[in-house]
């Protein structure tokens, strides 16, 4: 259920579009089955269910949060490493500033055009 939606009104919102259509959901887990025409304990079943996932997909978000940051100030998280060195990054620029196509410089330093472009606005942020 928790896997379904993103918050409880989707989940609401996609079980009663697919009842509507004529579609049955069944959490077999939970042990529940929509067909359009619910009980008012079989909606309030949904809510509650639907409530305690997602507030443990908060709690898990949460602690997530908290251990990248406790990692940061440890210095163990420092993210993924950088596609070219600096002296690559140098010449990327160079290149660009010279006319060479986006394409070609991907092409040549082994990396995607996002990346090229990535570059090329640290450099105009700096």
């Known amino acids: 259920m928790d896997r379904l939606a993103r918050n409880l009104d989707d989940l609401r919102a996609l079980v009663n ?3 509507e259509k004529g579609v049955h959901v069944e959490f077999v887990k939970e042990g529940l089955t ?3 025409e619910d009980s008012a304990m ?6 509650v269910m639907g409530a305690f996932a997602e507030f443990e997909r908060a709690l898990i978000r949460e602690r997530q949060r908290e251990g990248i940051t406790a990692a940061k100030k440890a210095g163990v998280y420092q993210g993924r490493k950088k596609a070219l060195s600096a002296a690559q990054a140098s010449d990327l620029r ?3 500033e010279g006319g060479e196509s986006k394409a070609s ?4 330093f082994g990396i995607s055009r996002e990346t090229v472009y990535q570059y090329l606005r640290t450099a105009a942020d700096a």
């Open 34 to 36: 929509f067909t359009g």
């Open 94 to 96: 160079q290149r660009a």
């Open 17 to 19: 579009d697919l009842t």
């Open 105 to 108: 410089l991907a092409k040549a």
């Open 42 to 47: 079989s909606k309030l079943l949904l809510s």
